[in-house]
């Protein structure tokens, strides 16, 4: 089913209003639901059965009273302010009890003339494995919103509902992604019907980085699709955000690295400028792999007959990794070509304690019997 075509069901449990004496502001539930199935792409639980239901679950959690006919005495806003004190994790149960995909929660408060709302969109996806704080984290997307006058209310719950759609799109996207990539491994689907599948995702939320990710470590597998595999790289690249713990979380799952495997890509494509602005790029937005990245960047400079350039990203791997092999050598190896006889020779004696196998001990003491017969 193209995700267009595909509604979630959400409920939205009554909300709280910490309002004036004389304010009559109320419906915005009805706000909400109107602006949610306006976008097409979700159905709404029933209010009436949504209250009815709340209504139940209170008095049978709070008074153990199990007809609500025998609850009448409880107002309306005795009921909404008792739901709203649940823990998270029952208004989850809930959720998942009314079979529906997302649930809405939240309060409408008042400052002087002016208004706040406070929502939690809560995702009811199978968490019971899921240690409680992850699970929270998991499962909870907290909204604000504020406006200085009453007239302006709907204006902000558009604008939330908005941040509401995005927020139950990106976290059903990113599972759809994940389910399309483990069938694929299963056998369920070829290679094109999963590159197919995934373009259709991307085709409807372009600016999604979980979708582009997902599509570039899939044209990763085919070095026929290495155009397509550049052009989605560039693309995820942009619209990855280094404070979004999605965008790692996802990167970690998939065990790949998006700038190194962009990078060479470049380099088959005889681009080692461009690559050399990834690996740049990914030092100043991504916090992993740093040594490996200006140990790259060395390598790259050289083949761009920058040496100066390329000592410098060696030294800094070193900064990190004073014992790497490779970047110690190539940094004596530097000094040599400069005629540094001096600075050569302290650098690869240096190497001979980082030296691990037979081989690179055997290239270290040779170079240095080479330097000191000049």
Known sequence: ???????????????????????????????????????????????????????????????????????????????????????????????????????????????????????????????????????????????????????????????????????????????????????????????????????????????EFVLQYTLFSHYLENPEKIDRLIKTGEKAIHLFDSGNEEHIRYMSFLGLDLFHELANAYVIAGSFSKAITVYNHALTIYPMNQAKYFKQLGVLYLLEDKGEASMDAFKKVLNIDPADFESNFTIAALYEAKKNTAKALEQYRNCVKYATNPTDRSKVLEAIKKLEAK
Request: proline residues 2%; glycine residues 6%.
């Open 1 to 207: 089913m193209p995700a267009q075509e595909q509604k979630y069901k959400v409920v939205i449990f009554p909300f709280v209003y910490n309002l004036g004496s004389e304010s009559q502001i109320a419906g915005v539930e009805r706000i909400i639901q109107s602006e949610l199935i306006r976008s097409g792409l979700f159905s709404v639980i029933d209010q009436k059965r949504t209250y009815h239901y709340v209504r139940k679950t209170v008095l049978h959690n709070f008074y153990k009273i199990d007809n609500v006919e025998k609850g009448s005495n409880f107002s309306n806003k005795d009921i909404i302010d008792l739901f709203f004190s649940f823990e998270w994790e029952k208004v989850v149960k809930m959720t998942k009890q009314l079979n529906a995909d997302f649930g809405i929660k939240g309060s409408l408060s008042q400052f002087g003339e002016g208004y706040r709302a406070d929502i939690e969109v809560i995702n009811a996806k199978e968490i019971e494995t899921v240690r409680l704080q992850e699970m929270k984290d998991k499962t909870v997307g907290a909204l604000v919103g504020e406006c200085e006058s009453a007239e302006k209310i709907p204006e902000m719950f558009e604008k939330l509902v908005q941040q509401i759609t995005r927020l139950c799109l990106s976290d059903k996207v990113m599972e759809t992604a994940e389910d399309i990539i483990e069938s694929y491994y299963q056998g369920k689907f070829t290679y094109q019907e999963t590159e197919n599948k995934l373009l259709e995702l991307v085709s409807d939320m372009p600016e």
